[in-house]
């Protein structure tokens, strides 16, 4: 069992938004605004596209956002693309060391 | 380009020691932290571990009593081992790179380890 919950999947239709959650506890994202977000293509390596809750690396889109209330992180993408389908994983720091979601995969349909 | 690469063998016999080599090219490893990560059949991912560039390590509570990770800053190649494996182990395992401490920028493409006799 993943340390964080995620919804197993989303799906949208191509320029929607949709809003994927990551539940944790007080020791890990009630604690700390260091929640960070990766996509996930099949066969590729996961990229990064959230850190710190709400900040992007650069080269990230903007219709990718992230923020957080309580233990929940949220990541949103809006103005769906089929390109944004992929599976997605949060992951927050729980003191010295850090805990993932189990992912979410995201449908265009 | 940060790349990173994982190598080693698929398949490893119950109770034997798992082991994998992460090789980074496009950047310098004597900075950073560089990290485990798994994903099992059906779970989610499970932070393995890191060692940083002064060598020291940080490990899973849940797996340090079976887990090495050194580096070799020559060949620009950080290692995992694990020791006493079992089915549990079965997962593909990732390589990657703390940008900061607390953020991972760049991963590896994984590789699946397969824990039977």
Known sequence: QSALTQPASVSGSPGQSITISCTGTSSDIGSYNLVSWYQEHPGKAPKFMIYEVTKRPSGVSNRFSGSKSGNTASLTISGLQAEDEADYYCCSYAGSSWVFGGGTKLTVL | ?117
């Not at chain 2, 109770?15 to 989610?44: D, N």
């Not at chain 2, 991963?107 to 006799?117: A, D, M, N």
């Open chain 2, 1 to 117: 380009q940060v790349q990173l690469q994982e190598s080693g063998p698929g398949l490893v016999k119950p109770s034997e020691t798992l082991s994998l080599t992460c090789t980074v090219s496009g950047g310098s490893i004597s900075s950073y932290y560089w990290s485990w990560i798994r994903k099992p059949p059906g779970k989610g991912l499970e932070w393995i571990g890191y060692i940083d560039y002064n060598e020291s390590t940080n490990y899973n509570p849940s797996l340090k009593s079976r887990v090495t990770i050194s580096v070799d800053t020559s060949k620009k190649q950080f290692s995992l081992k694990l020791n006493s494996v079992t089915a549990a182990d079965t997962a593909v395992y990732y390589c990657a790179r703390q940008g900061s401490l607390y953020f991972f920028d760049y991963w590896g493409q994984g590789t699946l380890v397969t824990v039977s006799s």
